[in-house]
């Protein structure tokens, strides 16, 4: 069977699950859908649901934000009410050196459409896509 035809989920490793779960429900407002071991950490790993499947597994390891790309990208309608939503919440946008970003901290994608970035607690980027 190949690939394609199986789901995939992105994993993304932080160094504290509790501040974890703290960013990813509490300010994202994801549902978890379930909890488990990490390696050799009690229930050090949590499994969010988006758009309606498990999208995103966060787990506790010593490699946290050793990335620097983007990890992970929503792609929404209304990227401006997201936006908004994100930073009443507390989240900061990224606004990328030799990129024009309007007063929300949205730019242009490449191809069409509009993106905003984010991170994590841990640096772990994210982006916002959208076609208009």
Request: glycine content about 12%; overall charge negative.
């Amino acid at each position: 069977m190949p690939l394609s035809e199986h789901h995939l989920r992105a994993s993304i490793a932080v160094s504290d699950i509790h501040r974890a779960v703290a960013f990813y429900e509490g300010t994202l407002g994801l549902p978890a859908l379930q909890s488990g071991p990490s390696a050799t950490i009690t229930d050090g790993s949590r499994v969010y649901g988006a758009g309606g499947v498990a999208a995103l597994n966060v787990y506790q390891s010593v490699t946290a934000g050793t990335s620097t790309a983007t990890l992970a990208t929503w792609y929404v309608d209304d990227i401006d009410r997201i936006v908004d939503e994100l930073v009443s919440s507390g989240v900061d946008l990224i606004r990328y050196d030799g990129l024009e970003h309007d007063a929300k901290g949205i730019t242009a994608r490449a191809g069409g459409g509009r993106i905003a970035w984010f991170q994590d607690p841990d640096g772990n980027t994210f982006a916002l896509e959208a076609d208009v």
